[in-house]
């Protein structure tokens, strides 16, 4: 069973890393180093409702009207001079349709002079490259920024702390009477960090344990995130 570690406050939690670099982690699912300027965001998976109601599935278009709420809300906050996407930016081969990509190419317009990069996840494979005009520049990945390592899938990079998505983590929280909350989350394990989905309908991958994995957790009705103890 987890427990808070300690008292939190409306805001980000502190994750410090290798040789004294700091990552904020922010209730919007994003990270940030601020010696950087630097703002981490994984698994946006930008066009997955447009491919649901594809499908047939009623899901509302305003989903990832709100997801780039939370992005501009986020850099807004830290004043960050460069985003990179840790992996799955686009969901599919139909998030490189005009409609799919309306909310990201808005997003982008209002954010002309940012710095964007792409580290390509399994899902980029498939839905290829976003369009150029999008100013965003991919790469295969590990990308060195400072003391960190920037992938898609979790890995051990020599001489940095690796920081990735893919997962989805997420952490299980019993409360009374027998339920349980499931709640998206950081997880810092000692060689490397997960972020917690950025998308909407990505679902959580919850593991049995914490083991020696520093586990933060997101409340997002309250905008803190939560240090855990096993």
Not at 94 to 120: M, Y
Not at 169 to 188: D, N
Not at 199 to 213: N, V
Request: hydrophobic share 45%; glycine share 10%; charged share 15%.
């Amino acid at each position: 069973m987890q427990r808070v570690a300690q008292a939190v406050e409306a805001g980000p939690a502190l994750f410090r890393g290798p040789q004294g670099s700091t990552l904020e982690l922010w209730p919007q699912r994003a990270a940030f180093d601020p010696d950087l300027s630097l703002l981490l965001v994984a698994d946006a998976h930008f066009g997955k409702g447009h491919t649901f109601r594809r499908h047939g599935l009623p899901v509302p278009a305003a989903s990832e009207a709100a997801m780039v709420q939370r992005l501009d809300a986020v850099l807004r906050a830290t004043n960050a001079h460069e985003l990179v996407f840790l992996g799955d930016l686009l969901h599919g081969p139909w998030s490189q349709e005009p409609q799919a990509l309306k909310a990201l190419a808005q997003w982008r317009a209002r954010h002309p002079s940012l710095d964007v990069h792409l580290v390509r996840g399994n899902h980029d494979q498939h839905a290829g490259d976003p369009p150029a005009d999008l100013g965003i520049e991919v790469h295969a990945g590990p990308l060195r920024r400072g003391h960190w390592a920037l992938v898609h899938e979790p890995e051990v990079v020599a001489g940095a702390y690796a920081l990735a998505g893919h997962l989805h983590p997420g952490v299980k929280l019993r409360e009374a009477a027998g339920l349980s909350l499931r709640l998206p989350c950081f997880r810092m394990t000692p060689a490397y960090g997960v972020l917690p989905a950025f998308g909407a309908f990505t679902g959580l991958h919850i593991p049995a344990a914490m083991g020696d994995d520093r586990v933060y957790a997101i409340v997002e009705a309250s905008g803190v995130v939560v240090p855990l103890q096993p």
